[in-house]
């Protein structure tokens, strides 16, 4: 079982952050993957913390838990791409629709075959 702060659970980025209780916390929460603890307790660390290192570490640790850039860029192509293959679908099958014929619907045949007497 590992203690709060523990080297070997420390990620790589972190390795070489200052030693005090309330950023080893946050370390070790990250480590956890309880995100959400270290994007709500980093910012008021790096604020209150008068030692630059721990604060420059808060941040550098909140940094980690935010979304990827690259991610981000891709879900909007993507997103992008199925907005214009779809546009193109929807425009192709309006194209290829014949224009002069009615729908057939059960009523209009009933209507238009001689009723048997």
Not at 83 to 97: D, E, H
């Given at each position: 079982?590992?203690?709060?702060?523990?080297?070997?659970?420390?990620?790589?980025?972190?390795?070489?952050?200052?030693?005090?209780?309330?950023?080893?916390?946050?370390?070790?929460?990250?480590?956890?993957?309880?995100?959400?603890?270290?994007?709500?307790?980093?910012?008021?660390?790096a604020?209150?913390?008068?030692?630059?290192?721990?604060?420059?570490?808060?941040?550098?640790?909140?940094?980690?838990?935010?979304?990827?850039?690259?991610?981000?860029?891709?879900?909007?192509?993507a997103?992008?791409?199925?907005?214009?293959?779809?546009?193109?679908?929807?425009?192709?099958?309006?194209?290829?629709a014949?224009?002069d014929?009615?729908?057939?619907?059960?009523?209009?045949?009933?209507?238009?075959?001689?009723?048997?007497?």
């Amino acid at each position: 079982m590992s203690v709060p702060g523990d080297p070997e659970r420390r990620p790589a980025f972190a390795r070489d952050f200052p030693r005090t209780p309330a950023l080893d916390a946050l370390v070790d929460a990250f480590a956890r993957g309880d995100y959400a603890r270290v994007r709500a307790e980093g910012p008021k660390l790096a604020e209150s913390e008068s030692d630059d290192a721990v604060r420059l570490a808060a941040r550098a640790l909140v940094a980690h838990t935010g979304a990827d850039a690259l991610a981000i860029w891709l879900l909007v192509i993507a997103g992008a791409l199925l907005v214009v293959v779809s546009v193109y679908w929807i425009m192709q099958q309006r194209m290829s629709a014949p224009q002069d014929v009615q729908p057939s619907t059960i009523m209009s045949r009933a209507r238009s075959t001689p009723a048997a007497t």
